[in-house]
């Protein structure tokens, strides 16, 4: 196991450290005791600890991505995953060597996590399904899990057979988990474009402030232009709608509404 030194023993922050340093400085320390509760329980190894910053300079906006390393359980059949935590959510997963995306419809939901399981006993437990993409476990600022996780296969067909087999299991004596499918909606609909900006300006801003952006389409609705913004995945049209509904992304000083697009209930597109 390799863990950087900055992390094996965490010194209590200085008093005059703003209040951000200072929850970096708690969520090291709780990096630092996951990290060592894992090597103890499991046949497994950490790799390289980082801490990354990605920016939006241009919106004066600044995301700090703590916790980056990967993980292997030294199993000929389990691959090594990458593992980080940002946005109230540790993510065990892709694998570090795949190129594969998953599907569509592949991802499922459990709502009851025993509190004293981690992301990595979700992944053994569900590994038996077939490959997984991603595990998202949801923790609070404490850094204990909020007793609810996502499971991302990478076909859908998984996803199904893990309802089927998995769902009211017991995984502890009295604990039966619940799996379900998750919601997988990607598209968001945005509303209240500034009427000074060409269609094309809209279209190259949404690309450079949100990522995982598919594709935008650019249409007009009782006069008002809209757009639809298909993602990726659902975790990323998310993360997108986060940012559009704070005051930290605009487009050229002006706020947007957005909501979820409906299948089914989607405008007709009368100018693109």
Not at 77 to 85: D, G, I, L, R
Not at 140 to 168: D, M, P, W, Y
Not at 238 to 243: C, G, I, Y
């Amino acid at each position: 196991m390799r863990i950087l030194p900055s992390y094996r023993k965490a010194s209590p922050a200085p008093s005059h450290v703003s209040a951000g340093m200072q929850r970096r400085h708690a969520a090291d320390k709780r990096l630092a005791s996951l990290i060592s509760k894992s090597s103890r329980s499991k046949a497994g190894s950490f790799h390289s600890v980082s801490c990354r910053r990605h920016e939006h300079t241009s919106q004066n906006f600044v995301q700090f991505l703590p916790f980056c390393t990967s993980y292997s359980n030294n199993s000929a059949n389990s691959p090594k995953m990458e593992w980080c935590q940002h946005n109230g959510q540790r993510l065990y997963g892709p694998p570090v060597e795949s190129g594969r995306k998953p599907e569509q419809g592949s991802e499922v939901f459990i709502p009851n996590v025993p509190q004293d399981w981690t992301e990595f006993d979700i992944f053994d437990l569900f590994k038996t399904i077939g490959p997984i993409y991603q595990v998202r476990m949801m923790v609070n600022f404490s850094g204990s899990t909020r007793g609810f996780c996502f499971v991302r296969f990478f076909e859908k067909e998984h996803a199904s057979q893990a309802i089927l087999e998995l769902n009211r299991k017991e995984v502890k004596k009295g604990w039966k988990i619940k799996v379900v499918m998750s919601l997988d909606n990607s598209t968001l609909w945005v509303t209240d474009f500034p009427k000074f900006r060409t269609d094309e300006e809209i279209r190259s801003e949404i690309f450079r402030i949100s990522n995982g952006v598919t594709s935008v389409t650019i249409f007009t609705q009782n006069k008002q232009r809209c757009c639809l913004i298909d993602y990726t995945t659902h975790s990323a049209a998310s993360n997108a709608r986060k940012l559009f509904l704070s005051r930290q992304v605009k487009l050229w000083g002006h706020r947007c509404s957005v909501e979820w697009a409906q299948r089914g209930d989607q405008p007709k597109i009368s100018n693109v």
